[in-house]
């Protein structure tokens, strides 16, 4: 149990690092909580520092969802009996999400976790049989989304209502789905205002036209 437990621990630390929020300091000196949607994210840290360093953010934030149960994931392989691989997996990822949404570098006020989940449903398709067609069609239904509207936000909200069904579609265990349901949720609740703003109208659109500065 001590190994499940500090695992846990290092898997919310590696979610903690706050990417974005880093890259804005060294870069620009500047918070990024305080520009644009004021999200510790790489939608935002790409409108601050521009398209070369959101991108090096987006990388890095899903590289902590993917260490996490990948790399941490397979050490702790044969280390316990108590609970299933998979289970150990899933609890070590969500653990990474949370410490990327509510982060203890910056009072738990952190990012909306949508590259860090997808980092950790990376690190689970290499671990369960089918769910790389999952996350095949998930990918694809944000970037069909992304294509029309240009709007990270709803494409992000789709994607994470789409898991759960294609998720069921395609049969995966009972596990998996009831953690689609919570990875959903945990987007949903974390767009809230995004949501608020698109029915608004007034959500922005990705530029991809401006340059790094």
Not at 38 to 61: C, Q, W
Not at 73 to 88: F, M, P, V, W
């Amino acid at each position: 149990m001590l190994w499940i437990i500090t695992a846990l621990i290092i898997s919310y630390l590696i979610g903690s690092v706050p990417t974005a929020y880093i890259f804005g300091r060294v870069l620009k000196g500047a918070d990024i909580r305080k520009f644009g949607s004021g999200n510790v994210g790489a939608t935002n840290a790409m409108r601050l520092l521009g398209i070369k360093a959101g991108i090096t953010v987006l990388i890095l934030d899903i590289l902590k969802g993917f260490v996490v149960v990948y790399v941490l994931g397979g050490l702790l392989e044969n280390k316990t009996t108590l609970l299933s691989r998979e289970l150990i997996l899933i609890l070590l990822g969500v653990t990474a999400i949370c410490g990327h949404n509510w982060t203890v570098f910056l009072n738990f006020k952190g990012g909306k976790g949508i590259a860090t989940t997808f980092g950790v449903l990376i690190g689970l398709a290499f671990n369960i049989p089918g769910l790389n067609l999952v996350l095949g069609l998930v990918i694809l239904s944000w970037i069909i989304s992304f294509v029309i509207s240009r709007i990270v936000s709803l494409s992000s909200v789709i994607a994470a209502v789409a898991l759960p069904v294609y998720l069921v579609v395609f049969k995966q265990s009972r596990l998996i789905f009831i953690t689609g349901i919570i990875l959903s949720v945990f987007v949903i609740l974390r767009h809230k205002s995004n949501l608020v703003r698109l029915f608004k109208g007034e959500e922005k659109r990705l530029n991809f036209s401006n340059k790094s500065r």
